[in-house]
């Protein structure tokens, strides 16, 4: 069974500009997270769905940010316009229904922003 | 404010002998830790888990330990082998109004020396 897959793994953009940042989740998996690391730092929540609708963007840092998961499979993260704060790993990772299961995590996307 | 800390960032081990990884959390609500294992360039992976009820759970060479009262867990790798080397991350479930994230520590970087 294929794992959550992330696209790009590496992302190299200037200030100002957009990126989007794509996941997959494994099949049949309701709920999709989205987290982040900044360079020695935690992997810090930014939001979950649960199939297409956001139960929690409480972590989103602000309005740059777009999470969306049209349809309930894959889900894309836009930054835009890209400051150089975000730049970090970007991780997604997706579980079946109920608190207790376990999250499988993506390779994770490496953002850099010049 | 961090609710979960990881206070040693790195740890050496000689292969063979004990690696203890130790977590303190603040937040007295949480009920449900994990530990994941992170190598370099893949996403975390699950190690292991520990529910609030219990004190201890044990996979193999991994053991968790929970103290409550102390508000601290403990992951004990007996014995230790050079493939343990990775970043090792807890995490607690944030679980609150249907919506669960995992709160992360900053990591703990073990070489296990062979």
């Known amino acids: 069974e294929a794992g959550v897959t992330q696209f790009p793994s590496h992302s190299v953009i200037e200030k100002g500009q957009t990126v989007t940042l794509r996941c997959d989740p494994i099949?049949?998996?309701?709920?999709l997270y989205w987290y982040r690391r900044v360079m020695g730092k935690e992997i810090k929540f930014l939001l979950h769905?649960?199939?297409?609708?956001?139960?929690?963007e409480s972590g989103m840092p602000n309005n740059r940010f777009l999470a969306e998961r049209t349809g309930g499979t894959y889900s894309t993260l836009k930054v835009q316009p890209a400051e150089l704060e975000d730049s970090g790993v970007y991780f997604c990772?997706?579980?079946?229904?109920?608190?207790?299961?376990?999250?499988?995590f993506g390779p994770g996307t490496r953002l850099t922003v010049l | 404010d961090q609710q979960v800390k990881q206070n040693s960032p790195s740890l050496s081990v000689q292969e063979g002998r004990i690696s203890i990884l130790n977590c303190d959390y603040t937040?007295?609500?949480?009920?449900?830790f994990l530990w994941y294992k992170k190598y370099p360039a893949e996403g975390p992976t699950f190690l292991i888990s520990?529910?609030?009820?219990?004190d201890k759970n044990e996979d193999g060479r991994f053991t968790v330990f929970l103290n409550k009262s102390a508000k601290h867990l403990s992951l004990h790798i007996v014995p230790s082998q050079p493939g343990d080397s990775a970043v090792y991350f807890c995490?607690?479930?944030?679980?609150?109004?249907?919506?669960?994230?995992?709160?992360f520590g900053t990591g703990t970087r073990l070489k296990v020396l062979a």
């Open positions: 990772a997706s579980s079946q229904e109920g608190p207790y299961n376990e999250q499988f």
């Open positions: 099949s049949g998996h309701d709920n």
């Open positions: 769905f649960v199939k297409e609708s956001k139960q929690d």
């Open positions: 937040n007295s609500m949480f009920d449900y």
């Open positions: 520990i529910s609030s009820i219990k």
């Open positions: 995490a607690a479930l944030h679980s609150t109004s249907g919506t669960y994230k995992y709160i």
